[in-house]
């Protein structure tokens, strides 16, 4: 037994994960959209040897989707990983716990935002500065929201930015 196969006692070898022929790709893309939340998970245990994060379905796909290709055609090279680690570094001195938090949660201008509200549709397009709703210049969204309704409203709310349950 060579060294490179040796595995420490109790130490359970390395999954494998499949190799994903090219031609398969683009099949395998288009059928993540019809396939089941379960049979997106399993697709996830054997692609990604690890259970699926409890997160939303499109999360999944889209996860699905760039590990089908990465499988196929392989993944960022080692230099650009190194490259965006540096990066990484500068921005937050070497802290990756300050890499997962965001700066700002605006969405990014020029972004539009569209919200039915009692049969009529009203669109929001976010500036760098603000926000614009019927030609009129806004300083938030809740300003917004109560122009629309006429009522006090949590702006990230009325318009789906921000879910319910991780407001309260």
Do not use: C
Request: proline share 7%; glycine share 8%; net charge positive.
């Amino acid at each position: 037994m060579t060294r490179a196969t040796k595995s420490k006692a109790g130490t359970p070898p390395a999954p494998t994960i499949p190799a994903i022929p090219p031609a398969d790709v683009l099949g395998r893309l288009a059928a993540l959209k019809t396939t089941a939340t379960l049979d997106l998970k399993q697709q996830w245990r054997e692609l990604f040897a690890a259970d699926p994060p409890p997160y939303n379905r499109r999360f999944l796909e889209s996860r699905l989707a760039y590990r089908i290709q990465e499988l196929a055609f392989g993944g960022l090279k080692a230099e650009t990983i190194q490259r965006l680690e540096a990066l990484g570094e500068q921005l937050d001195g070497g802290n990756p716990v300050l890499r997962r938090i965001r700066g700002d949660d605006k969405p990014i201008a020029g972004t539009r935002l569209i919200r039915e509200y009692h049969g009529v549709e009203h669109s929001v397009t976010v500036l760098h500065d603000g926000y614009e709703y019927q030609g009129r210049p806004y300083q938030s969204l809740s300003s917004i929201a109560r122009a629309i309704t006429g009522t006090r409203w949590n702006g990230w709310l009325f318009f789906g930015l921000k879910n319910r349950r991780a407001a309260a």
